[in-house]
């Protein structure tokens, strides 16, 4: 079982937008702004698409958003696109001094 | 181009031993942290050890304490991870990760993976 909870899988359509939760406690995202987000096609490297709650680094679409409320944190994706379907997984930095992960929510692009 | 390319997995026994490396292009690799992050067969993601950028300081996760070792060669632009007593648990693929800011903070993020080495845990 993960640290962070992630729903299994969430689905939209090409131009819509869709929201990844990801659920922490009090003693990670509750208390911490250092959540990440990142993309995963199987095979291929992990890609950076969030940092700090609400950060893009350069070169990411300004589709992607991040926001955080009490324990849980958000990733948006607007304007759907067909590349944009992956495997998501969201990450905290924890009152432990370590890095949790969430379990990862597959995303379909009907 | 910043890459990082990982070698060294493969099908070992129980209480074999495996050593995995990683070499990085791109960036001055002794100006950042890495880390090894693992992924079991329908799991989620699991950082496993870090590293400094001077590689003066380590941590491990509480699963691989004492059997899992760190290290780096910064001359070499390469880091490693010694796997001793490698349980059939320890199956899974492994990537490693540069930090995007510090050369030690574990608040950081992960901005460059690589596509991992799958290492295979049985009899």
């Known amino acids: 079982q993960s640290a962070l909870t992630q729903p299994a899988s969430v689905s939209g359509s090409p131009g819509q937008s869709i929201t990844i939760s990801c659920t922490g406690t009090?003693?990670?995202?509750?208390?911490?702004?250092?959540v990440s987000w990142y993309q995963h096609h199987p095979g291929k490297a992990p890609k950076l698409m969030i940092y700090d709650v609400n950060n893009r680094p350069s070169g990411v679409s300004n589709r992607f958003s991040g926001s955080k409320s009490g324990n849980t944190a958000s990733l948006t994706i607007s304007g759907l696109q067909t590349e944009d379907e992956a495997d998501y997984y969201c990450?905290?930095?924890?009152?432990?001094?370590?890095?949790?992960f969430g379990g990862g929510t597959k995303l379909t692009v009907l | 181009e910043v890459q990082l390319l990982e070698s060294g997995g493969g099908l070992v026994q129980p209480g074999g031993s495996l050593s995995l490396s990683c070499a990085a292009s791109?960036?001055?690799?002794?100006?950042?942290?890495m880390t090894w992050v693992r992924q079991a067969p329908g799991k989620g993601l699991e950082c496993v050890s870090s590293?400094?950028?001077?590689?003066?300081?380590?941590n491990y996760a509480d699963s691989v304490k004492g059997r899992f070792t760190i290290s780096r060669d910064n001359s070499k632009n390469t880091l490693y991870l010694q796997m001793n007593g490698l349980r059939a648990e320890d199956t899974a693929v492994y990537y490693c990760?540069?930090?995007?800011?510090?050369?030690?903070?574990?608040?950081?993020?992960?901005?460059?993976w690589g596509q991992g080495t799958m290492v295979t845990v049985s009899s």
């Open positions: 990450s905290s930095y924890t009152i432990t001094n370590t890095r949790v």
């Open positions: 590293i400094s950028g001077s590689g003066d300081n380590t």
């Open positions: 009090s003693s990670d995202i509750g208390i911490y702004s250092y």
């Open positions: 990760a540069k930090d995007l800011r510090y050369k030690w903070n574990p608040t950081d993020t992960f901005d460059i």
């Open positions: 791109g960036f001055t690799f002794s100006s950042y942290a």
